[in-house]
Each structure stands twice: as C-alpha cells, then as structure tokens.
C-alpha cells in the first residue's frame, strides 16, 4: 500500500523570505536608517552583492560549473548601460537589455567549448577569459579604453536610473534586483531545470544516464546566470556613475562572485545573502574606521574568514546551521531510524 | 508468433587501444523477457552495457533498440528512448536526498511535479527505500545505495531496464523478496537486462541467459541449458556450483 | 579453558554518535574460524570496523589477546596483530601488485622479511605469482580480492578480519575464495569474517553470530546456526 506524500510547493521557508522581504521593504522608512547615508551604502551594497553572488550561485553553486570569468558578464552589463548613457546620451534601459543578451551570448560562446572540459579545467579557462577581456576592455577605445566611461550629471529620476540626494531610490532598485534574481532562483531550484542542475554538479554521467541532456542545461544556466550577472553590473554603474575595466572586468571583481557565495553556503538560496551580510559590512566598515589601512584589513580578516571555512565547514555559514541543527535535534532521534529494517 | 526484439545487439565489437573487450557480440532481447548476462570479471559485460547505454560508441556493430539504431548516440538520448541503465560501481547524487535522487529520474517521463512526485514515492517503496528518503545519499549503506541505482533507473518508466548487479551482497531470503520485485516488474511490461554473479537470483527467473567470456559470447540459451554448458562450468559456474544447482532441478522448478 | 584471543563486550558503536549496533557481545578462540552473517545494515561491518579501530565503540570494549583496544587507533591495533580486509578490496590500483603487498607488511621494516613473506603468500595465492608486476586495477575482482586477502596477511596477523569477501565475484571464485580461507585457517591464522552468503560462510566455519538489527539473533555452531528453523527461515530463504 503505498502512501501519497505530497509534497507541497509552498514551504514555511518561503514564509520566511516574504517576511524578511517586507522588513527590507519597511527598513528605510525607519529614520534611523534612512537618515544614515552610509548605512543605507552598506544596505545597497549588501543587496548588490548578494545579487551578483546569487547570478553566480545557478552556474557554479547549483551546477557545480566553478567560474572565475563572472566578472566579465558583470563588466558587460556595466559597460551596456554606461555606454547608453555616456556615448549616446540616452537613457541606461536600452543599454541594459543589449547588455543582458550580450553577456548570455558571450556566456555561451565561451561557455560551449569550455564545458567540454571538466571540472577544475574549466575554472582555469575562465580565468583566462576575464583576463583576455581585462586586456582587451583596456585597449578598446570605443568603449573607453583605460579611462572607462564617466557619467555627466544628469536629471534625476527612473527614466534614467539616477537619483542624486538619497540613496532611498537606489535601494530599492537594489531591492527588485535582488527580489528578482532570488526569485528566480527559487523557482529554478524546485523545479526540473534546478533538480537536473544539481544532478549535473552531483555526477554529470549518473545524471545523463538518467536522461539528462547536461550540455543544454549547463550552457542554459551559465547564459542564465550571466544575465543576471550583467543586470547587478548596470546597476552598479548607475550607482557608481563610473566605470573602467579594472573596476569591472578583473580578477578582484570575479572572486567576489565566489567567495562572498562560498562563506555563506554555495547551492543553496540564503549562502549568497548570508555571505553578503557579513562579507560587505566588514569590508565597508573596516575601510571606514581604518581610513588608509582600512583597504587591507578587511581583505586580511577576509581571508581568515576563507580559510577556516574551507577547512572547518566547506558547507558554509549554511553548513554550520546545519550542523548546530542536527546537534540539536539529535536527542529526538532514535537509533531504530538507522538500524536494518533486517529481513523482508 | 515471433516477437519482434526489443534489443538487437548486432556484431557488436569494443576496443580499448589494442584490447578487445568485446569481439562481435550478438544476441537479443525480446520485449517483455528477462534476460540474465553472466561471465567472468574482466569479461566486457559491463563495457557492453556502456556501448548499449550511449557511454561508449563500439568500434563496430549494431545496436537496435524498439526498432531504432542507436549505436554510438549520446547517453541522455538513449535513456529518453526508455533504455536505462544502473551502474555496478554505485553512483549516489551524493549531496541530494534520496527522495531527490529518485525525482530526477521519475522527472524525465512525467511531465508535471505532482506526478513527478507520485512517480518517485512509487519506485521508493517498490526498492524499500522509503525510511531514507530524506537522508542524503551519500549516506546510505552500500545495500541501499544500490536499491538506489534501482529506484532511480525504474522512476523513468523504462521500457529495458538494464540492472548491473544489483544482488550483490544480500541473503538468500533478500535475493527471494528482490525476485518477487523483479517478477512483478515484468508483469508491468518492463523488460529486463541483468547483469549477475548471483546465481540463485537470476537463474529462476530468467528467460534467457548470455554468457561473455574472455569478450566472447560463448553461450545464449536458456537457464536449464546453461548450467549444463561444459564451457560454461569450466569459465564460470565451477563444478560445485552447477552440482549445486542440479537437484534443485531435477525435484523443482528453477524458482 | 583459553581465554578466547578476541573478545568484544557489550558493544555498542555507530556513527555521528548513533548507534547501529546494540549491545554485541562475542568472542573468538584461537585457530578457529568464526563467521558473523545478517542482512544488509545489520550492523557486521559497523562491528568490524570498530574492532579494527576504523570506529570507535560507543559503549563496551573490545579484548585482543587480553589487552583492551578499545580506545587504541587503527594503525596500533594492526601493530598489535589484527588485519582487517575491509569490503570493496580498497587496493591501490595504480600500484603493482608486489607493491601492494610491500605496504600491507607496513609495519615491518626488514626488507628480507617483507620479501620472505611476499614469497610465502604467493604460494598460497599462486595467482599473484603470475601477475606480480601488473597493477591492481588490471586484475580481475577474483584476483584483486586474492590480493586484498594476501595483503591483510603481509602484517603477520593472529587474527585476519574478513568483510564480505565473495562480493561481486563469480561463482566459481567464491568456492576458490572459500577454500583459500579455510588454507589461512589451517596454517594457524585465526579468521573472522563477515559474510552475506549465509550458506557458504557456514560451510567453512567453527563457530558463528547470526546480527540483526545491530543485535545478536543466535550463536553457536556451525551447524546449529545451519540446522537452525528461524536462521534458515530469515537468511537462507528456506
């Protein structure tokens, strides 16, 4: 007689996230933060940073592809709603679509023969490709070339994605970028796509074996996640009002992706808010107090942080919930659970 | 009436470099049948199903499935046609639940999550695997591991399920429950490849045995007949063990 | 009456703190041959790993020779004289068969002795005579567990723990299998070992423990555990 679990679509976790989205709703609207320019800084950034660590969660995280190139798709996205408005004077939207299909191409394109080869191989191709399109990004006159592109002052408002005296704005189109992307990522996760995604990462053969079609799904996720990876890098330009490769298309840029992604837990949806939230307020904060030295302080607790991670919880902040999880409801297990349910 | 061959396995021959892992191996599996493929370690069973399975392309031959070549497609393509595999050396999405494990399988056939739900909660408690379902699957002991591989193949709702020794390592009373679970399977139109060592688990049920040996097919006949095969004592059975099985078939039949 | 050369107490012992396996007590005689059977999760490689220090007991102890092991690492136990051949062979498959048999005498460092006790088991093992220079992983799964025994028995054991031996081999090299285990036995090496195919193991064994559910079911002779209803019945599909 079998029994028909169903599992439900709706969680009590997604409760948890509506929750937590109407707190970030409300938080400026609170006059202790509002008033505090460089809170509302750490909150924008905070929600950037998860949103670019999410984009890079559903290729690398999810699929188990680790890419060190994401920072070129960010650059791409930054130069797409740059160049709209610094060359041609117009607003950033049309540059910030032409972006996102850019970088889905070029995530492609890359992506096809790269895939072919497996695992650690493809993370050192990509980490040629950031430094071909650092190179060239330098050299490329059009867009700029070394100088990059820097914003004239312009009339404020959404049309142009620019709002001069308070950040209120900003943040909330942080806020629907980051709604947006998680939002999607939820979905993909409890769906096909985000099963065969992970089934990918787990075993690329077993998942084959099974049906699976890994090429399409993996270049699928890369384009996806590149996309997304664009959209957090136009918001950024519009935030920063400057952009030059450096900035955007490096080395620097590409492992905040991962490591912000990785201290918070990779694979799952809260890993890049959580590493977000802790990585951008030490970052922000030391730089602050520390005024000069404030640039190498936080990289140094950063890089304690990595370690200890990597060998004490691979798993992330996640994992040590998990962890502090399963102590605490270990009294409530008992031992028949995992004995043999002996013979039939 | 001849029934027309589910899997038409044509002259069909593996290299590695200079070993010949399977020299011109032919045979058939007709729908609805179980057919048991037995041989020496190193015998190219296995190599055969990766040919079979899309993980290898032969370097000759013929692979027929439901009427269709498939010789030298990719693996994903031959599974969505319903030939799927399990692998000896298991293969656990480690990181993922058991229940997960079985829903990518159950998801290549359903076509919405509910069903792809139901589908999964089925082959769970038709492979008993029901009290580990939300255990990761790295986790499980190598015995469920394997009630995994099965789990997970049968979710796809395969037309030739093609099972590589999923018996090793259970007791007499176990093989006898897993028969029941084989037998039920075909009943439900499944047709079966299984590969085995144990021989009190394939021998009662099989329509057909294959025997490789060395690469070569020395033997494609039935149960009864297989045991009684010279070559096949001497490669394989051993004098004991087809001794073993001979009173069981003189009193009673073979299961 | 001896005291037996193995002894575990009451044992309790599983992993992350859970145990799998409930109070097991049992004992082994020297020279003798002793066969731990149950179905698959019973708990018998949980209890094997424990004595062989893979794991540590969660309750009770374990006696080698009168010493308590129970708290000792896997690498003093082996020192001690108990070798466990885990299941799945585990052999270095890169590596010549020779060399895997060189690391398996770990502990010795005459390298005249290493060579003298490689001979001996090639001779119980004539197989590995043939192949000496060919890698593990071009060795047939017969072979490779001949190998994985040969290996356990370079250390020189008292005692010689064997997990799930005919595992993934054809039948006629679990009776090989089976006779070669009944040669160490009779050349003086005392044997436990863990075995599925209930029948086979009682064939050749003195004594044995029926495990279920991390308990033991019943114990005794061989031929009482073979004669017996509620064995035949659970194990032997009878």
Known sequence: MVKQLTRKTFKIKDGVWIAFLIILVILPLIPAVAANSFRMHVMILILLFASMAQAWNIISGYCGQVSFGHSVFFGIGAYGAGMAVVKYGDTPWPGILIGLIIAALVAIIISYPCFKLSGHYFAIATFAIVEIFNRGFLVWDWIGGALGLDYPIINEGLKNIMWHNSKTSYYYCALVIFTFIFGVVRWLESHRFGYYMRAIREGQETAESLGVNSTNIKLTAMAISAAMAALCGAFFVQYNL????????????????VLVTILGGSGTLAGPLLGAAVLVPLQEYTRAFWGGLGGGVDLMIFGLLIIIIVVKQPAGIIGIFNYIGKCFFRQKETGERYASHGTP | MHPMALLDVCEVTMKFGELIANDRVSFTVEAGSIVGLIGPNGAGKTTLFNCISGLYKPASGTI???????????????????????????????????????????????????????????????CKLEHFQNRAAGDLPIGGKKRLEMARALATRPKLLMLDEVMAGLTSTEIKAFIDVIRNLKKSGITMMIVEHVMEGIMPIADKVVVLDGGVKIAEDTPEKIINNERVIEAYLGAKYSQRFKPRKDGEPLG | MADPILKVDNLYAGYDGIPVVHG???????????????????????????????????????????????????????????????????????????????????????????????????????????????????????????????????????????????????????????????????????????????????????????????????????????????????????
């Open chain 3, 24 to 238: 097991i007590s049992l004992e082994v005689m020297q020279g003798e041959l002793v066969a731990i059977v149950g179905a698959n999760g019973a708990g018998k490689t949980t209890t094997m790993r424990t004595i062989s220090g893979l794991a540590h007991p969660l309750k009770g102890k374990i006696f080698f020779e009168e010493k308590d092991i129970s708290r000792l690492a896997a690498h003093q136990i082996l020192k001690l004289g108990i070798s466990y051949v885990p299941e799945g062979r585990r052999l270095f498959a890169k590596l010549s068969v020779e060399q895997n048999l060189t690391l398996g005498a770990y502990t010795e460092h005459s390298q005249k002795e290493i060579l003298r006790r490689q001979e001996e088991l090639m001779e119980i093992f004539p197989i590995l005579k043939t192949r000496a220079r060919q890698t593990a992983e071009t060795l047939s799964g017969g072979e490779q567990q001949m190998l994985a025994i040969a290996r356990g028995l370079m250390s020189r054991p008292r005692l010689l723990m064997l997990d799930e031996m005919s595992l993934g081999l054809m039948p006629s090299m679990v009776d090989k299998m089976m006779e070669t285990i009944i040669d160490i036995n009779r050349r003086g090496t005392t044997v436990l070992l863990v075995e599925q195919m209930v029948q086979e193991a009682l064939d050749i064994a003195h004594r044995g423990y029926v495990i279920q559910n991390g308990k033991i079911l019943q114990s005794g002779s061989a031929r009482e555990l073979l004669d017996s209803e509620e064995v035949r019945k659970a194990y032997m599909g009878m």
């Open chain 1, 242 to 257: 400057r952009v030059d490769p450096p900035m955007v298309m490096s080395l620097d840029t590409s492992m905040k992706f």
């Open chain 2, 64 to 126: 027929i499935f439901d009427g269709d070549d498939i010789t030298g497609h990719k693996p994903y393509e031959i599974a969505r046609r319903g030939a799927v595999r399990t692998f000896q050396v298991v293969h656990p999405l480690k990181d993922m639940t058991v229940f997960d494990n079985v829903l990518v399988g159950a998801l290549l056939k359903c076509r919405d999550r509910q069903e792809a739900f139901e589908r999964a909660t089925e082959c769970i408690y038709l």
